[in-house]
Structure formats: structure tokens, C-alpha cells
């Protein structure tokens, strides 16, 4: 064991640890094997309440014999339009219990973007979270010629509500108790009716350059998964999860709620997006996966709290992450750490460091994964200082999740890992596009041969339209998006996420836009950090009313220049931001111009903003 974190306890397994060729197989061997372990938590009135297999195989059959009820058939797809929550869960092992295919909607998802989605994935059931999302169903539904019936999961709201297509989720469970009990043996026969090579589940492109196209995952390819990234990191039923990023999404999807299924790890749903940073105190994971947002947030939360703190604590704080720096970089470059060194680290622990980590809720954690968007390596040291293992994993929709993942005992900031044990993963000779190639590729996108032509070739390899380098040692590392490399007026190439990452690492910056294609010098489009840009202007006796006026107050202009100015010192002269501007709205998944794990979409931005970007280049 290191002085830092025991790489041991992170090694993966190759044995089979849940037995299981489909999904439903997984899941339904697990409840027969874990019987009344605890299987997941839900907060409830303040309280935490906990589902043990047994409940959740009772009530995902229920709901599943309520679809073969509804007259479902094995092969047609049922749609799931609400927010990461236990009944998402169930309604999607419902759905494949049934032999189904389960597709997810984003709930910040338009109407018409609702109504494209159930067109295109032929539903004939879709399930909707409450009211609000209700709504937009109903108003679709005149389009949706196939959509037989609309389950609504949480009914507030809707008790005196009637409608002939519209069911509660508790009469569908009551529907399905009463079929299962006037047809036994129907519920095994359906459930087993499925091949691993049937087709299981729909994930959803983002769209952000045309209508989105949906990635089709057979049951092979979903456990295929579940046991490789066992073979990476081991999870099991001590361990702890919690789930709150989106489970449209392929991150959460298989990394949260499917490996945790074949692992049994227990899951813990958040309240809602808002309290994510009580919750996680609360239920301390063991094991916490995150996008790069989220992960800046805890360490600006922990920056104003330093800041707001005696001159004694700051300087506490100050040395144990200066030790704990000189640690990690002697852990991480595979040296010996000096027996003074080890002991200095216990003291920062004891000083500082624990009282960090308890007040982000990873003082449980074995281990941080970072994906869906690359992380400023800076921020990375900064969690390895801490004393926390955080490795970055690198995949897409189309690979279904990670292809590449940064080994625990060889953490390298800034590279996505070498690749995984399940797939191969090289470089193209010409275009340095990083290609995929295994069991876990996607079958292809629904309804769009074509489009499936052009990212699989001829020999299986998916192209991901990520550009990057390898390391001597098989390390890969992603310089851009092979669409979002600028070359400048001068014919300079460049790679904007470099310096996006770097400007991120700023307090007072949550997002940024680099632009510059074809143009004579850099620019930057910034979306500042409220909580820090409001304490700042704070601090410094700067009269603001709102967030727009934040962004336009001389002040917080010239702080944002000073960030500005320090990254752009890392940089060569053509590859420095000149110009820059800031967003005067505060942005949220809801709006479009960020995607679901909440980064802003390039493309859209560009478009949006023209004019202000224009307004960068008139002189």
C-alpha cells in the first residue's frame, strides 16, 4: 500500500461475478443470489429509504407482466422521458424484462425534440416522469400515430387527471399483478425470450450538428461491458454508488446503473441536481464517477472556503496540499515516497486534507473517475493531492462507454490511459484519429445505414472523431475533436480544448469557447462562475444587481483578463487569446447551448453568439 491510496484494493478481476448472457439475465440472477440485500436508496421526506433485490425484482416483474398486458411485444421499444431516479431504474428493467427495447429522454428535452425521438425509436409506451413532462407528451402525441400508452411515474399533481392513454406507474404495477396471476409461466417464457444479440437498448446522439441518431447496444455488448470494467476497477456490494448524472447518458447508463447491477453495488439516488454536494457528504460513495464540471464545482467550493477561513487554517491548507503535491508526484512517477515525506502527508491529513475531502464527501471514496469531457490535468493533481485516486476514462456513445482508462497505479494527468483490456484502440497513420475496435462497438445507428458506413469501416474499427497521441508506454492523450481544430488566417493548427482545460482550472470560470478558425488571432467566449465572481465583487466592493451586470462590471472584466493572461503565458504567441467575451446569462441544462453533461456546444455557441463574436474582430 502507498502512502497515498492502496492501488491493490483498485485491481480488476477477470472472473464472472454475476452469471448472465442479457441484461434481464444479470439482473434476475442477482435477485435470486442477494435476496434481501440492500440494492438501492432513495431520499424520501428527508430520510433515507432503502430497496432490497427482492423489492425491486417484485416490482420490475409487476410493471413488466403491466406492459404484456398493455399488449407489448418483445422487440418494440418503450421510452423513458425523466431524471435520474429509482422508477427510471425499474422501468428500464421492466422494459427489457419484457423483451423490449428501453430508450431515455433527456427531461430538459424540447416537445419536438420528445415527439422526433418516439418517431424515430417506433415507442409504444412511454413512461414520464410527473406533470411537466406529461405535458410535452401529450402534446406530441397527435405525431405519434404507434404510442399506445403514456405511464406517468410520479402522479402529484395529476390525481383528478383522466385520460384513456395516461396510467399511473402503481395501476400499471396493479395491471401487472393481475395478468401475471391469470398467466403463470408467461413472465419467464417473455423475459428469456431475448438472444444476446438482440438489440437492447437506444442511446441518443446529442444532435449538436443535426438531428440527433441513435446508437443501438445489443444485451452481448452490455455485459460484455459490465464484466470489462470489472476487469479494470472491482467493484462489489460494499462498495457504494451514487447516481445523478443523466441515465440517457452512456456514462451512467453502464458505468452506474449496469455495473452495478452485475457487481451489486448499492446505488443511492439524489434528491435532485441541487443537492448533489449535501447528498454526496450523505452517502460518502466508495466509488464516484462525475464529469469535469461537476468536479471543478467541489474544488471552487472548497477554494471559497479556504479563502473564508483564519489565516491559520490557509496556512494549514497551504503546506498539507504542497505536501501532499510532492507525495503524488513521487506515487504517480512509480518513486518511493521518504519515510520524513510519508510522515509530513499523515500530519497535512490530520491538518487539513481529511476536512477537505469529509467536506466534498469523498473521504470514503477508493477511488474518482473523471469522463465525457476532457479535465484540466492541473485539477487532476489537485484531487491526487488529496490523497484520492482520480482517473480519467475516455469513450463515446458509439463504443459503449470507456475504451480507455488511466490504471490507478500509473496516473498520468493530462492522458486518457492506454486502452482498455476489452477492446483495442490505435491511432489512424494519417489523420491521427483515434480508432476503436471490439465486442463493444455499437451495432449501428437506428434507421441510418449510411451513417453507420461512415463510422465503422470495413475491418470494424469505429472512428470517434477524437484526434490525439501515444506515449512510448501506450498512454493515449486527445488533443481535440478533429471538427473543432482551428486553423488560423496564418494556417496555424490549433487545438482550442488545450486551452479551454487550462482557463477552466480558474475559479472564476466555468466554461469557455476558443475561436479562431480561419481568423487572424484567437478569441474566447467565457461563462464565468457565479458563487466565486459574486464573492469576488464581494470582496472587492463591486455594485452588481444580477448576473449580467456581474459580467459587465469593469472589475470582474479586468479579473477575468488577469485568468486570461496567466494561461495565456503557457502558450506560444499565435496560440494567445487576444480578445474575449462574457456570456450574460446563466445557463442551464435546460437552455441549448449545453448538452446534458453540461458543456457548452461548440457549434451552437458559434452560431448563437455570431455577432458578439464578430464584435471581436472589427478592429
Known amino acids: 500500500m502507498t502512502v497515498l491510496w492502496d492501488t491493490q484494493a483498485l485491481k480488476g478481476q477477470t472472473k464472472v461475478v454475476m452469471p448472465g448472457e442479457t441484461i434481464p439475465d444479470v439482473f434476475w440472477n442477482g435477485v435470486a443470489a442477494r435476496g434481501q440485500q440492500l440494492m438501492m436508496r432513495e431520499k424520501k421526506f428527508g430520510i433515507w429509504q432503502g430497496w432490497s433485490w427482492t423489492q425491486a425484482g417484485t416490482a420490475v416483474r409487476e410493471m413488466a407482466m403491466g406492459l404484456l398486458a398493455l399488449d407489448f411485444v418483445p422487440g418494440e421499444c418503450a421510452s423513458i422521458l425523466a431524471s435520474t431516479r429509482l422508477e427510471w431504474v425499474l422501468a428500464d428493467l421492466a ?101 444476446p444479440e438482440d438489440l437492447a437498448i437506444l442511446i441518443y446522439t446529442s444532435g449538436t450538428t443535426g438531428k440527433p441518431k441513435g446508437a443501438m447496444h445489443n444485451h452481448a455488448a452490455l455485459v460484455y461491458m459490465c464484466h470489462g470494467y470489472n476487469q479494470v476497477i472491482v467493484q462489489d456490494e460494499h462498495d457504494e454508488r451514487m447516481l445523478f448524472l443523466p441515465l440517457c447518458h452512456v456514462a451512467e447508463r453502464l458505468g452506474g446503473q449496469y455495473f452495478s447491477i452485475y457487481t451489486g453495488t448499492i446505488l443511492n439516488f439524489v434528491e435532485n441536481p441541487d443537492t448533489v454536494p449535501e447528498n454526496v457528504r450523505e452517502i460518502a460513495p466508495t466509488t464516484f464517477t462525475a464529469v469535469p464540471r461537476v468536479w471543478e464545482k467541489f474544488y471552487s467550493s472548497v477554494t471559497i472556503a479556504i479563502s473564508e477561513s483564519d489565516k491559520l487554517q490557509q496556512l494549514a491548507y497551504r503546506w498539507a496540499l504542497g505536501i501532499g503535491y510532492k507525495v503524488s508526484d513521487k506515487v504517480t512517477a512509480g518513486q518511493a515516497v521518504p519515510l520524513w515525506l510519508k510522515g509530513c502527508f499523515y500530519m497535512g491529513r490530520w491538518l487539513a486534507l481529511d476536512n477537505v475531502r469529509r467536506m466534498i464527501g469523498i473521504h470514503k471514496a477508493k477511488v474518482l473517475v473523471t469522463g465525457a469531457a476532457p479535465i484540466s490535468p492541473d485539477l487532476v493533481r489537485w484531487y491526487l493531492a488529496l ?47 483515434l480508432l476503436v475496435r471490439g465486442p463493444n462497438v455499437f451495432m449501428g445507428y437506428l434507421n441510418l445505414p449510411e451513417k453507420t458506413a461512415e463510422t465503422i469501416d470495413a475491418d470494424g474499427w469505429l472512428h470517434t472523431g477524437d484526434v490525439g497521441t501515444v506515449d512510448d508506454e501506450g498512454f493515449f492523450r486527445i488533443t481535440d475533436r478533429m471538427k473543432d481544430i482551428i486553423i488560423t488566417a496564418g494556417g496555424k493548427n490549433i487545438t482550442p480544448s488545450e486551452w479551454e482545460n487550462e482557463l477552466k482550472f480558474s475559479n472564476y470560470v466555468t466554461d469557455a469557447v476558443v475561436i479562431g478558425d480561419r481568423r487572424a488571432y484567437l478569441s474566447v467566449i467565457i461563462m464565468i462562475d457565479l458563487e466565486n465572481v459574486e464573492k469576488f465583487a464581494q470582496d472587492h466592493d463591486v455594485p452588481f444587481s444580477n448576473y449580467a451586470s456581474l459580467t459587465r462590471a469593469p472589475e470582474v472584466l479586468a479579473r477575468i483578463q488577469v485568468e486570461i493572461d496567466t494561461v495565456n503565458k503557457k502558450f506560444a504567441r499565435v496560440e494567445q487569446i487576444k480578445q474575449f467575451r462574457l456570456l450574460d446569462t446563466q445557463l442551464t441544462a435546460e437552455d441549448d447551448e449545453l448538452t446534458p453533461t453540461m458543456k457548452l456546444k461548440r457549434k451552437f455557441v458559434e452560431q448563437k453568439y455570431s455577432a458578439m463574436i464578430e464584435s471581436m474582430y472589427r478592429s
Open 95 to 195: 422494459v427489457l424484462s419484457a423483451g423490449g427495447v428501453s430508450n431515455g429522454i433527456y427531461p430538459t428535452d424540447a416537445t419536438s425534440q420528445v415527439q422526433y425521438l418516439c418517431e424515430d425509436s417506433a415507442t409504444v409506451i412511454l413512461f414520464v416522469e410527473d406533470e411537466e413532462q406529461l405535458d410535452k407528451a401529450l402534446t406530441a402525441r397527435e405525431h405519434l400515430p404507434r404510442l399506445r400508452k403514456i405511464v406517468v411515474l410520479d402522479m402529484e399533481g395529476l390525481t383528478r387527471y383522466s385520460d384513456p392513454m395516461v396510467i399511473s406507474l402503481e395501476a400499471l404495477r396493479a395491471l401487472g399483478r393481475d395478468h401475471d396471476s391469470k398467466h403463470p409461466g408467461v413472465f419467464d417464457q417473455v423475459r428469456k425470450s431475448r438472444q
Open 387 to 433: 490523497g484520492v485516486p482520480m482517473i480519467e476514462a475516455w469513450g463515446m456513445t458509439e463504443s459503449c462507454g470507456a475504451s480507455t482508462v488511466m490504471p490507478a497505479d500509473k496516473i498520468k494527468a493530462g492522458f486518457i490511459g492506454p486502452a482498455a483490456p476489452f477492446n483495442e484502440v490505435r491511432l489512424d497513420p494519417v489523420t491521427q484519429e
